[in-house]
């Protein structure tokens, strides 16, 4: 539940009740708790001071992809009263909340978002976008500029990985575990040698 007295919260224009986007209205929270209750799980993120920057470069990066909402801190804190407390974003269909918290916590590797690709272009695009200022690691791993960890993956690689021939799933494994970014001709040829 959005708690009214120590947060102001910033709506979806859609969502927004006047022109300033700052006071919704009850039919605009109402949208808001119906749109949350229809995703079961939402991965919530904990940012220090970064949570309206990394939402909005990760719709910036995913088609089908927008801000929600935003709340901000008030009077009860503990953020600076203003500062924005969390963002709603939504990408490819996924909600996502990202909180601004502190430094208390970061991110790792242990926890990662899987980036389906249906072709190398999209493999490349999305390498390309989440890389930048990040950090590269190995199999289609990935860190971006905010510490988020995410694979990016062929699709092709589940059913080369899965195939019948267990020789030929160990080719394409060996392959992959070679690469950084993950090229698809290159799994495929390793899959088709013998």
């Known amino acids: 539940m959005l708690e009214m007295r120590s947060a102001s919260i910033k709506m979806h224009p859609k969502m927004a009740a006047d022109n300033t986007n700052t006071v919704p209205s009850q039919s605009a929270l109402a949208l808001v708790q119906e749109y949350i209750a229809m995703q079961k799980i939402t991965p919530f993120l904990w940012f220090d001071g970064q949570a309206e920057d990394a939402a ?34 939504e990408i490819s269909g996924v909600e ?5 918290a502190g430094p208390q916590f970061t991110f ?3 926890t990662s978002f899987v980036v389906n690709c249906d072709n190398q272009a999209e493999v490349d695009h999305y390498w390309e976008k989440l890389s930048a200022g990040g950090k590269i690691i190995e199999c289609g791993w990935l860190t971006d500029k905010f510490g988020v960890t995410w694979q990016i993956v062929p699709v092709v690689l589940l059913k080369l990985i ?9 080719r394409v494994m060996k392959a992959m575990m070679k690469m950084k970014k993950l090229i698809i001709k ?7 040698e013998k």
């Open 56 to 89: 909005r470069f990760y719709v910036s990066v995913f088609k089908n992809s927008r801000i929600v909402a935003m709340t901000r801190y008030g009077d009860a804190g503990p953020g600076p009263i203003g500062s924005v407390m969390t963002v709603t974003f």
């Open 96 to 100: 996502f909340v990202a909180l601004n």
């Open 108 to 110: 790792s590797p242990a």
């Open 162 to 170: 899965h195939d019948k021939d267990p020789a030929r799933a160990q």
């Open 186 to 192: 290159d799994l495929e040829q390793a899959a088709a």
